[in-house]
C-alpha cells in the first residue's frame, strides 16, 4: 500500500556556505485515493535551508475522488515523521520524472519497528538516461541529535520509519480500516513512449527521420507521422493524446503547448475539426494544472479554491502552475514578482494575503497593501493621479481609490482620461468592461448609490448535495441560468458535447429497441404464414426451428423467382440496408463503452446518417414505440425529434438544453458557482439580481454528488464552512433499485435516506441550517397514478384515500409548491399528498436524529420558478436558523411535525 507522489520539481538549490553542499528543495504532489487519512500537519510555510522542513495537507479530496497532497519540502531533511498518520499508513514512494525522460527516482517511507532511533532515507536515480544527473541527495541516517534538530512537535506520532527503495506502485488502490475501497478511484500514471523506438522514428510505423514532420502526445510523448496520428490519436476528445493515454494526466513540461496546433494537424484535420480537438486539449476536466502546484500569495490552492478560481466571471487566463499574486479588493492579479497581468473577479477567497513585495515593486507607493511597480507608477503619472509622499491608496476593484487613513474617496481611476491609452503602452490591464460599465452606471447614480453597491456583505455559501439523479445538476444549472450567470463559450463546447454524445447513446438505445421489435415481427410474421390455410394443416404444432427453416426455404425461394419475403409482408422494422453498418458500428462502439472516446469529437462525420436514420420508417416507427423502452432515459425525449439539429457541427445549445442536458461535467465532480443578491429580503431571486440599489449579499453555491463524498460521506467534513445544506431528493426514486458497490441491489429512496442521515449526523453540520428539496415533482404527478409509495418498505403506511377537501385544507398554506395550478386535479392532489407524506416521514426522521426541525420544499427542477422559490425560501431557512428566536410564520411552515399525525396514513 503506498501513496503515489508525483510532480516532484526541485523548486530552490542553496547553500550556506561556499563549501557547504547545494541543499536542494523539492516541491511535490500526490494524489491519494481513498479515505481521508488524519494528518496533523502545519500548513505549509517557506521554507529556509536548514530550517524546519513543512508540509501541508491543504487540499481537498474532491479531486476526482482523490486526496491531493500538496508539500513543500527541503530535501535532505525529510521528516518522516510528518506524515504518520493516525491509521499507520505512513509509507509513500515517489517517482520523479520531472527532469530527464527516462530517468526516474524512487522514494518510499515505511514502517519499521525494529530501527527505533534510524532515519534512512535516499533518493536515486533507477533510469536509463543518457546523462543521469537525477538529483541525488544525501543519505541520512537521523540520530536522537537529528530529531532534537529536526524540532519534532509533539503532537506528530514519533514512531519511527526507515526509508527504503521501492518500485512505485501503478494504479494503486488504498483501503481504509473498513476494508473499504473506493471504486473507480484509481490514479492512472502516466504512461510513457516506448524508450526503445530510435530518435526520429514513428512511434506506430516505425518509419520516419528526424526531419519528418511528427505531432506527439501530451501524455507519454509518442510521436506519430501525419499517416498514422489519427490511428493513434482517434477524434481526440482531450485533445493530442493516445487512445491509450486518455484519461491520463498530461506531461507537465507539455503544459504550455496546450491548444497550440501543429503543421501536421493541419495536414490531417479541417479548421473545425482542430479547433474542436484543441478547445477539449486546453478544457478537459483532466488536463487542468494540478490545483496543488496554483500557488496564491504564497498558498498552496486546494482544489476548491482552484473551481472558484476558474468559475468566478473574470477568472484568470491561462492559468497554469506557478505563483501569482492576487490583490482581492481591486482584482488585479500578475506572476509573482512581476507586474499585472489582469483585473480578474475581486473578493474570491483564495491563497494568502497578498505581500508587499509580490510584485517586486520598489517605488513606494502602495495600492492595497502592494508596493506597486514602476509601470504603474507611470500609470498613475500619466492619469494624473497624485504620487508623491509614498501615498498609500486603498484601490476598490471599480478603481475607485482612497488614501490610508482618509474615509474619502479621491476619484476612480478607470475613469481618468487617457487612462486606457496609459495602460495599453505600459501593457498593464484594464478592468474588464462589465466593471467598467457597472462603474458607468454607478457613476451616473450618484456616490450615496455609489457607496450602497460597493458594499458587499460576507459569503454566504450554500452546499447543493444529493443522490446521483436526483437533479443536483439541473437545479444548478437553474441557478446559473437565473442569477444570469453566462455559461462561458468554454462550458457550452463542453456542454454541446455532453448533448451530442448522449443523443448518440439515445440512438443507439432506439436501434436496440428496433432490433428487438424487428425480430418480434419477424417472428410474427411467421407465424401468420404458418397460420395461412395452404399450409396451416401441415404446420400444426410445428416448432419454431421448423418454422424458421420454412422461412428461409420461402425467403430463397421468393428471391430466386426475383422477389423478396418482405415483398409479401414487409417487415416495418427493418432498417434501410444502407444504415444497417452504421446502426451495427453504433451499437457496437457503445457496447466497447467507447462512445465518449469517439463521439462527439467525430459527431460531425455522422450527422447525414443521423438524418438519414432519422427520416428511416423503420427507424421512426421505434421511435413512436419509445416508452417500451426502459434503457431510454426520459430526457432523451426532449433531445431525439431535434437529432437531426443536434448531431450537426454547427449546433450550440441554448440555455434550456444546458439545463436539460444529463449532467454538468464529463465528470460531473465538484462544481460551484458565486452571485450576489441585494441583502434586503427579495421577492425572489430572479428579481433581487435586478435591484440594484440595496447592499449586496454574496452568495456560493456548490453543488456535489454524494457519489463524490465517499463512503458514509466521509469527505464532507470539507464542506463545513458552509451555511445552508440544500439536501436534493428524486421524488420518483421509490419504486427505483440500483447496485451498490457490493453488488446488492438497493431501493434509491431508502439509501437517500441513508445518506441524508449520514449528512445530518455529520460532526460538523450540528447546527447547520438544512432545507430538504423534494425533487421532480412533476414526474411524481404521473408516477403516483400508477405505481403507490407503498412499493418502498419506508412508505409502507402510505395511504391516499383523503378526501380531495381534506387535503386541500391541509396544504393551503404550502411554501412555493410549483404545481398549485394543479389543485383541483385528483392525480396532483395525490402526487401532494404523496409529496407530504414524504415530507413528514424525512422530517421525522431529523428531528429524531437532531432534535430540531426540518424545512422541506417541492420542486420541479426543470421549472425556473420553482428553483427560485425553493432558493428564497432557502434564504428564510438561513435566516430563521441564524436568529434564536427563529420566528417561523404559520404561512411558510409548511409541514410540521403534526401534518404526519393529521394526514396520517393508516
Ligand atoms: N421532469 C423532471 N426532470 C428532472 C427534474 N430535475 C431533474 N430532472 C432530470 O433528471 C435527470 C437527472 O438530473 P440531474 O440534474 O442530472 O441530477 P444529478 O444526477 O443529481 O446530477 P449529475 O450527477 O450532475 O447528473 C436529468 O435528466 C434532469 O433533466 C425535474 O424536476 N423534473
Ligand atoms: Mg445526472
Known sequence: MGIVLRSILPTRASKKDEDDDYNVEYSFATEYMGPPISYEIPKAVPVDVGSIPTASVVS?????????????????????????????????????????????????????????NSHEFSISSDGDGADNDCHEIEELSASEDDQTHLEIPDYYDKTTQIVTFREPKSRTMVQDESGYTEPGLVVPERPRAN?????????????????????????????????????????????????????????????????????????????????????????CQVNQAPHWLIFVNGKPLSFEEVIQLQTCSHPPKGLVPGSYWYDKLSGFWGKEGHKPCQIITPNLSIGGAIMENASNGNTNV????????????????????????????????????????QNQIKGKIWEKPGIRMACALLSLPMPPKSFISSEEEIGNNGSQFEQKKTETKPLTKILLVGQDQSGTSALYKQARILYKIPFSEDECQKFKSLIQSNLYLYISILLEGLKQFEEEYSIEIRRKLADQPSTSGMMNNIDTIFISKVYCNLKLFYSAAGNSIENTEPNIYSLNPKLNSFSDWL??????????IIFPAATHEYSALVEKLWKDKAFQATYARRDELPALPRVANYFLPRAVEISRATYNPSDTDILYADGITSSNGLTSMEFSVPSSMPISFMEASEQTDTPLQRYQLIRVNSSNLGYNCKWLSMFEDVDLILYCVDLTSYDEFFTDRNLNLKNKMLESKSIFENIVTHSRFKNKAFLLILNKFDLLEKKIRTTPLTQCEWFHDFNPFITNHTYNDKTSDSNNSSNSNNNNNNNASIAQYGFQYIAAKFKKLFSELTGRKLYVSPVTGLERDSVDAALKYGNEVLTWVNEENKPISSTVESFSESTLDNTSCT
Open 60 to 116: 481537498t479530496p474532491l479531486n476526482s475522488g482523490y486526496l491531493s497532497l500538496p508539500v513543500i519540502y527541503p530535501v535532505g531533511k525529510i521528516q518522516p515523521e510528518l506524515f504518520s498518520s493516525k491509521n499507520n499508513e505512513n509509507s509513500f514512494c515517489a517517482h520523479d520524472s520531472s527532469e530527464n525522460e527516462g530517468s526516474s527516482a524512487s522514494l518510499a517511507f515505511s514502517d519499521s519497528q525494529e530501527n527505533e
Open 195 to 283: 524508450p526503445n523506438v530510435k530518435t526520429g522514428l514513428c512511434h506506430r510505423c516505425l518509419k520516419g527521420n528526424r526531419f519528418t514532420m511528427k505531432e506527439s502526445c501530451i501524455v507519454c510523448d509518442a510521436k506519430y507521422c501525419s499517416k498514422c496520428v489519427l490511428r493513434m490519436m482517434g477524434s481526440m476528445p482531450e485533445g493530442r493524446k493516445c487512445i491509450s493515454c486518455i484519461g491520463c494526466p498530461i506531461d507537465e513540461s507539455k503544459r504550455e503547448q496546450l491548444g497550440k496546433c501543429s503543421k501536421v494537424l493541419k495536414q490531417v484535420l479541417n479548421d473545425f475539426q482542430i479547433n474542436q480537438a484543441m478547445l477539449s486539449e486546453v478544457s
Open 366 to 405: 502602495k495600492f492595497n497593501n502592494r508596493v506597486i511597480t514602476k509601470s504603474e507608477l507611470y500609470m498613475l503619472r500619466l492619469a494624473r493621479i497624485n504620487h508623491k509622499g509614498s501615498p498609500h491608496y486603498w484601490v476598490g476593484h471599480n478603481g475607485s481609490y482612497q488614501e490610508e487613513g
Open 587 to 596: 451499437l457496437q462502439i457503445v457496447n466497447s463503452g467507447n462512445l465518449e
